[in-house]
């Protein structure tokens, strides 16, 4: 058994945690599945080869890596040091994950996967990718902790991470008020004062979808005229429960320990401070894709997200493939990742059969 973090997920360092026990030797299930499959066995020596290296635990990366393993391909997982688990690990109530009916939390949901994975026998490496060499037939996979991987395939399954404002109680109301996902969190704030940061599209987008919940909603934005379309400002201005705080900055989230009560906000143009009434904070000042660790080696669009080949999950580079927030920055849910990543496997097993 391997030592689990507060999560209960399986703790950074634990560096090769697949198990024989934890292989599909136990599972009939599974040993039917990859009896039936043609498994090109790693090359063993200095450094053998594997069939797919898969970067990321997310939802997307452990999707990938339960189809991979139940075709007898045995991914390797690089599943990052810091957060394993990805970004669920870091939230509370998770009520829209399908077959959940009475919703879990986000760090059990992403247990149970890791455990799914390791069950037909995914071989999980808990390490940060620093770099890779996409080029070839064979690929390579380096570890900051000097691991390397070489392997026919690479999924990589990244995601992104929210930027954060930085300020006192961000951080301490995490989960209890302080949110990034309005699809994800704005059920939570029925009949309750909400609070928008944000000047695009995006923030818009989240206080219309708010406005169905919150008592009220108050958009914040720094500057005096938004970056959001036309369209997007007038649906906003339309709606009589959407008020707008411009030339204003959060100064800290507050609150009573347990959940949020207010933020404090400076207008950056006089410097008054007020203090504004509200349980949910959500905050939409964008992502950022993690992709730098891949250095130019696969084409990005101009905000840092993998480009894939239509709706496949083929990047142009032959063998490596991408899937969930690293590529998807429209949905960018747990389902929709975890959509991806089978493509992802599915695509990388056909590539590995025919090659
Ligand atoms: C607070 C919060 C609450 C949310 N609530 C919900 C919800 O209720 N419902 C819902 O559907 N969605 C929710 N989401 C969105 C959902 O979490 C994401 O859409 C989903 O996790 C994306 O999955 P992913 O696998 O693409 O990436 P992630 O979950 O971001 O996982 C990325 C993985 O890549 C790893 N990684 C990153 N860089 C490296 C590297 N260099 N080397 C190795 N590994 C690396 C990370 O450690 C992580 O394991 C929430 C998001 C947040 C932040």
Do not use: W
Request: hydrophobic share 40%; glycine share 10%; net charge negative.
């Amino acid at each position: 058994m391997s030592e689990t973090n507060i999560f209960g997920i399986a703790a950074p360092g634990d560096a090769t945690q697949a198990s024989p026990a934890s292989s599909p030797a136990s599972s009939s299930d599974a040993t039917d599945v990859t009896a039936q499959v043609a498994v090109r066995p790693a090359e063993h020596g200095a450094a053998a080869v594997e069939n797919v290296v898969v970067i990321g635990s997310g939802p997307a990366g452990y999707t990938a890596t339960i189809y991979l393993a139940r075709a007898g391909l045995k991914p390797v997982v690089v599943a990052g040091a810091l957060t394993p688990g990805g970004q669920l690990v870091n939230t509370t109530e998770v009520e829209n994950f399908p077959g959940f009916p009475d919703g879990i939390m986000g760090p059990d949901l992403m247990e149970q996967m890791q455990r799914q994975a390791e069950r037909f026998g995914a071989r999980i490496v808990f390490d940060d990718v620093e770099a890779v060499d996409l080029n070839g037939d064979v690929k390579t996979v380096y570890c900051s902790g000097k691991q390397e991987f070489r392997a026919r395939a690479v999924v990589v399954t990244t995601g992104s991470s929210y930027r954060h404002l930085d300020v006192p109680g961000e951080i301490d109301y995490g989960g209890r008020g302080v949110s990034f996902c309005a699809t994800c969190d704005g059920f939570f704030f029925r009949g309750k004062p909400i609070v928008v940061v944000g000047g695009g599209d995006s923030a818009l987008e989240e206080a219309l979808f708010l406005a169905r919940f919150g008592s009220s909603v108050a958009v914040v934005h720094r500057r005096d005229e938004f970056r959001a379309s036309k369209i997007m400002v007038e649906r906003a201005v339309a709606d009589d429960k959407i008020d707008f705080v411009m030339d204003s900055v959060v100064e800290s989230i507050n609150g009573n320990d347990s959940s949020v009560e207010s933020v404090t906000l400076r207008n950056v143009k006089t410097g008054e401070e007020t203090v504004l009434p509200a349980n949910g904070v959500f905050i939409a000042i964008g992502h950022e894709p993690c992709t730098a660790f891949l250095d130019g080696q696969l084409p990005l669009n101009e905000r840092g997200y993998i480009l894939v080949d239509g709706a496949s999950t083929r990047t142009s580079v032959p063998g490596v493939f991408a899937a969930g927030d690293c590529v998807d920055d429209t949905y960018m849910q747990a389902i929709s990742a975890a959509g991806m990543g089978c493509r992802a496997a599915l695509d990388a097993q056909r590539y590995l059969d025919e090659a």
